[in-house]
């Protein structure tokens, strides 16, 4: 509808934005309403102070002693864990360079799926210890978004809560997922957002997010890229394997940790926040907003995805991406 509507005076839309991308970063609403680094809070909120205060705003933070009484946090070796599910197989995602659900020259590509028992993959990534990447030996993430601690590690559950009982109380649901993050260092996460409130949950090692508001849509660009998946040799090489008869996938081809501001200028304008999240800490991230990760050896987290309302907040986001579109910033 918004296409209908915008598509008859575009120079007009073109106005509007323009003037709001003048305004100086001193008095850029963004910054007024989200300062220039993630806020800590030193213990969990009460379910109506985290509703008033983050949710309805739409604003992270990073929570301490959100999970101090997990067991996870003291038990999670890598003895134990070779112990309690070491037998299990688990999905693990394979890339030749760490970006797994990227834009790969004019492709968007998705990592080689692999079965393997758990140990296997703690094998490998205690052998590496981090370090650069070898294309040939591929890189290690646990990362499969389906409920992976309930569906493929339910022997861990008991270490960890199976919600988050102020989350849970403040959204009136259960969560929709509960995931299990484990990887090497090389393993990245590319831009891009996600419709869940999330909370992540680092258990050992560290997270390093990059985010970017909602707001900010209109810097960020889109391109439609064929899908493909990679797929490797005996070698160790890796093909790119294009998806039969799929339709191209809208995705980000800014990487963040080094943008091309000559080809892509107006992600210049927008005003990313960096955090990292370290063991015990839990991060509120928001819906709708872009986010970038990285991790340290052997990181281990889990979170936990609780759908969004669809409300007010989604329609103004939807008239951003309106209005994006309108300007060619698909």
């Not at 205060?53 to 929570?63: R, T």
């Not at 028992?117 to 646990?142: C, K, Q, T």
């Amino acid at each position: 509808m918004f296409e209908r509507v915008f598509s008859r005076s575009p120079s007009a839309v073109s106005r509007a934005v323009l003037m709001c991308q003048r305004v100086p970063p001193s008095r850029c609403l963004a910054e007024l309403f989200l300062g220039r680094s993630v806020p800590y809070l030193e213990q969990p909120p009460s379910p109506v102070h985290f509703y008033r205060d983050w949710l309805c705003p739409n604003k992270p933070c990073i929570i301490r002693n959100a999970i101090r009484h997990w067991p996870a946090l003291s038990k999670w070796s890598p003895a134990y864990l070779r112990a309690a599910v070491g037998s299990k197989l688990v999905s693990v995602a394979v890339t030749p360079h760490g970006y797994a659900d990227a834009v790969f020259g004019d492709r968007f590509v998705m990592p080689e799926e692999r079965r393997m028992p758990f140990a296997s993959l703690l094998d490998l990534i205690e052998s590496r210890g981090g370090g650069g990447v070898d294309g040939r030996r591929g890189v290690f993430y646990m990362q499969k978004q389906c409920s992976s601690l309930t569906e493929e590690l339910p022997e861990l559950i008991g270490d960890v809560d199976t919600e988050i009982p102020w989350m849970s109380k403040a959204l009136g649901k259960h969560p929709d997922a509960v995931n299990f993050w484990l990887g090497e260092e090389a393993a990245v996460t590319s831009l891009h957002k996600d419709h869940y409130e999330n909370l992540y949950c680092v258990i050992s090692g560290e997270k390093h997010f990059i985010l970017l508001p909602p707001s900010d849509r209109p810097f960020i660009p889109y391109e439609l890229y064929p899908p493909a998946t990679f797929k490797q040799r005996e070698d160790g090489s890796f093909d790119v394997v294009d998806e039969e008869a799929a339709e191209k996938v809208p995705w980000i081809p800014v990487d963040p940790l080094n943008p091309d501001l000559e080809r892509y200028p107006d992600y210049g304008l927008a005003r990313p926040l960096h955090c990292t999240v370290r063991a015990g800490e839990m991060l509120y991230l928001p819906s709708l907003w872009f986010h970038h990760v990285r991790q340290s050896q052997g990181c281990i987290a889990v979170n936990y995805w609780y759908d969004m309302e669809f409300d007010v907040k989604y329609n103004y986001f939807q008239l951003l991406e309106s209005l994006s579109a309108v300007l060619g910033k698909n």
